[in-house]
C-alpha cells in the first residue's frame, strides 16, 4: 500500500468516478423472467444467468451492490476514496425486454428510484437517465423530465437494442432530444447480439473480457462513420474502458474508413466534414472504466485530448481500490491529474 485513500480532496482533487452502476429489483427480476422463459438473446443469457443465480463470492457481491444504492456503496466509496459517483442502471438497462410498456415502467420507476438517492446523498451521488430505446419518442420526453425535473447529468444506452444501433433512423428522437438538451450520451456494452455473438460465448470471450470492446466500439464507429456527428455537431458521445480502444486504432480506422469512402463500395460511407479524429477530439470522452492502466491513459490524452479523458472505477463489477493508488501516483502533472480524476467529469456532467 503506497497511501490512505481518503475523500475531500486531499491530494489535491476530488475523485469522481463516472461509470458506477445499480440495479433495481423491478429490472432483474423482469431480466430473470426472460432467461427463464427462454426469451433473452443469447448475450444476455451469458451474462445474467451467470450474475443472476451464481452463488460465487463475486456474482453475490455484485448482485448485493448492484441492489444498494445506502451505506455500503457509500462506505465502499469512503474505503477507496471516491467522492463522487455518476450512476447508472446497469446494462443491459431495459435493452433485454421485448415489451415497450415494461421497458417504459422500469426506466421510469429505475429513474425515480436513482432520485431519490441522490437527493439522501446529494455531495456524493450524480444521476444518469434511463431510456426505453425500444420507445424512441417516449424516450426523447423521458430525457427532458430526466433533465428538467430530476436534475440528471447524461443518459447511459447499452449499446445495441436488439441488435439495432442508434444512428439507425428510428433512434433519431433520441439523438436529438440529447443535443437538443445537452445531454452526454454514454453507449455501455451489454451482452452481443444473436447475430454478432458466434462462437464467443463458447469461447468464454463474449462479456467485458473481450466482447464487450468489439460491439461497443463497432456501435461507436456507426456513430462517427455515418455522419451523426454532422448533423448533431454538439452532441457528445461517453465511451468507458478506455473509449472501448478506438484511440488506439484510430490512425489505421481513419485511413481504411476514407479508403473505403473514395471506393464507393459502400452506400452508407460518404465523405464526413472531419477526419474521424476530429471527431474523437470534438464529440468524444472517454473513461478509464476497468482499464487503470497509465500507458493507455496517456495515450488516450494523447490522441483525444487531456480533456477528454475521465477516471471511472465500474462499482461494483471492478472495484479494486488498489486501482485507485496506481491512478493517484501514475505519472502525470498535477493540474493534468485533477482534471482527470475531477474536473472533466465536472464540466461534462455539469455537477
Ligand atoms: C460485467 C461488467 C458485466 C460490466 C456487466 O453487466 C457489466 C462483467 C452484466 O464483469 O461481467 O455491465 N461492466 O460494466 O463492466
Ligand atoms: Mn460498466
Given at each position: 500500500?503506497?497511501?490512505?485513500l481518503?475523500?475531500?480532496?486531499?491530494?489535491?482533487?476530488?475523485?469522481?468516478?463516472?461509470?458506477?452502476?445499480?440495479a433495481?429489483?423491478?429490472?432483474?427480476?423482469?431480466?430473470m423472467?426472460?432467461?427463464?422463459?427462454?426469451?433473452a438473446?443469447?448475450g444476455?443469457?451469458?451474462?445474467?444467468?451467470?450474475y443472476?443465480?451464481?452463488?460465487?463470492e463475486?456474482?453475490?457481491?455484485?448482485?448485493?451492490?448492484?441492489?444498494?444504492?445506502?451505506p455500503?456503496?457509500?462506505?465502499?466509496?469512503?474505503?477507496?476514496?471516491?467522492?463522487?459517483?455518476?450512476?447508472?442502471?446497469?446494462?443491459?438497462?431495459?435493452?433485454?425486454m421485448?415489451?415497450?410498456?415494461?421497458?417504459?415502467?422500469?426506466?421510469?420507476?429505475?429513474?425515480?428510484?436513482?432520485k431519490?438517492?441522490?437527493?439522501?446523498?446529494?455531495?456524493?451521488?450524480h444521476g444518469?437517465?434511463?431510456?426505453?430505446?425500444?420507445?424512441?419518442?417516449?424516450?426523447?420526453e423521458?430525457?427532458?423530465?430526466?433533465?428538467?425535473?430530476l436534475?440528471?447529468?447524461?443518459?447511459?444506452?447499452?449499446?445495441?437494442?436488439?441488435?439495432?444501433?442508434?444512428?439507425?433512423?428510428?433512434f433519431?428522437?433520441i439523438l436529438?432530444?440529447?443535443?437538443?438538451?445537452?445531454?452526454?450520451?454514454?453507449?455501455?456494452?451489454?451482452?452481443?447480439?444473436?447475430?454478432?455473438?458466434?462462437?464467443?460465448?463458447?469461447?468464454?470471450?463474449?462479456?467485458?473480457?473481450?466482447?464487450?470492446?468489439?460491439?461497443?466500439s463497432?456501435?461507436a464507429?456507426?456513430?462517427?462513420?455515418?455522419?451523426?456527428f454532422d448533423?448533431?455537431?454538439?452532441?457528445q458521445?461517453?465511451?468507458?474502458?478506455?473509449?472501448?480502444?478506438?484511440?488506439?486504432?484510430?490512425?489505421?480506422?481513419?485511413?481504411?474508413?476514407?479508403?473505403?469512402?473514395?471506393?464507393?463500395?459502400?452506400?452508407?460511407?460518404k465523405?464526413?466534414?472531419?477526419?474521424?479524429?476530429?471527431?474523437?477530439?470534438?464529440?468524444?470522452?472517454?473513461?478509464?472504466?476497468?482499464?487503470?492502466?497509465?500507458?493507455?491513459?496517456?495515450?488516450?490524452m494523447e490522441?483525444?485530448?487531456?480533456?477528454?479523458v475521465?477516471?471511472?472505477?465500474?462499482?461494483?463489477?471492478?472495484y479494486v481500490?488498489?486501482?485507485?493508488?496506481?491512478?493517484?501516483?501514475?505519472d502525470m502533472?498535477?493540474?493534468?491529474?485533477?482534471?482527470?480524476?475531477q474536473a472533466?467529469a465536472?464540466?461534462l456532467?455539469?455537477?
Amino acid at each position: 500500500m503506497t497511501h490512505e485513500l481518503k475523500t475531500g480532496g486531499d491530494r489535491g482533487y476530488l475523485r469522481i468516478a463516472t461509470e458506477e452502476a445499480f440495479a433495481t429489483a423491478e429490472q432483474l427480476d423482469a431480466i430473470m423472467r426472460l432467461v427463464k422463459e427462454g426469451r433473452a438473446d443469447k448475450g444476455t443469457v451469458s451474462l445474467w444467468g451467470f450474475y443472476g443465480t451464481s452463488a460465487s463470492e463475486r456474482t453475490t457481491f455484485i448482485r448485493e451492490r448492484l441492489l444498494d444504492l445506502g451505506p455500503l456503496r457509500i462506505a465502499a466509496m469512503d474505503e477507496a476514496g471516491i467522492d463522487k459517483a455518476v450512476l447508472a442502471l446497469t446494462s443491459p438497462g431495459t435493452q433485454s425486454m421485448h415489451d415497450p410498456e415494461e421497458a417504459r415502467r422500469i426506466a421510469r420507476n429505475a429513474n425515480d428510484h436513482l432520485k431519490d438517492a441522490c437527493e439522501r446523498y446529494p455531495d456524493r451521488f450524480h444521476g444518469m437517465i434511463a431510456i426505453a430505446p425500444l420507445d424512441p419518442e417516449w424516450s426523447a420526453e423521458e430525457l427532458r423530465r430526466g433533465k428538467e425535473e430530476l436534475g440528471f447529468h447524461g443518459v447511459q444506452v447499452n449499446s445495441h437494442t436488439h441488435g439495432h444501433y442508434l444512428d439507425e433512423a428510428q433512434f433519431d428522437p433520441i439523438l436529438r432530444a440529447c443535443a437538443d438538451l445537452d445531454l452526454p450520451l454514454y453507449i455501455h456494452p451489454q451482452g452481443l447480439p444473436d447475430d454478432m455473438i458466434g462462437d464467443m460465448a463458447n469461447a468464454g470471450l463474449d462479456g467485458a473480457v473481450y466482447g464487450f470492446a468489439v460491439e461497443t466500439s463497432y456501435h461507436a464507429l456507426r456513430l462517427l462513420t455515418t455522419g451523426v456527428f454532422d448533423r448533431y455537431p454538439s452532441l457528445q458521445l461517453v465511451l468507458g474502458h478506455g473509449a472501448e480502444g478506438l484511440p488506439f486504432w484510430i490512425d489505421r480506422t481513419n485511413y481504411m474508413f476514407n479508403a473505403g469512402v473514395r471506393s464507393q463500395r459502400y452506400d452508407r460511407l460518404k465523405p464526413l466534414q472531419h477526419s474521424l479524429h476530429h471527431y474523437l477530439r470534438h464529440n468524444v470522452w472517454g473513461t478509464t472504466s476497468g482499464l487503470p492502466s497509465p500507458a493507455s491513459i496517456r495515450l488516450m490524452m494523447e490522441v483525444m485530448g487531456e480533456d477528454r479523458v475521465m477516471y471511472a472505477m465500474d462499482y461494483p463489477y471492478q472495484y479494486v481500490p488498489d486501482e485507485v493508488r496506481l491512478l493517484d501516483t501514475m505519472d502525470m502533472g498535477e493540474a493534468q491529474k485533477r482534471k482527470f480524476f475531477q474536473a472533466n467529469a465536472e464540466t461534462l456532467f455539469k455537477l
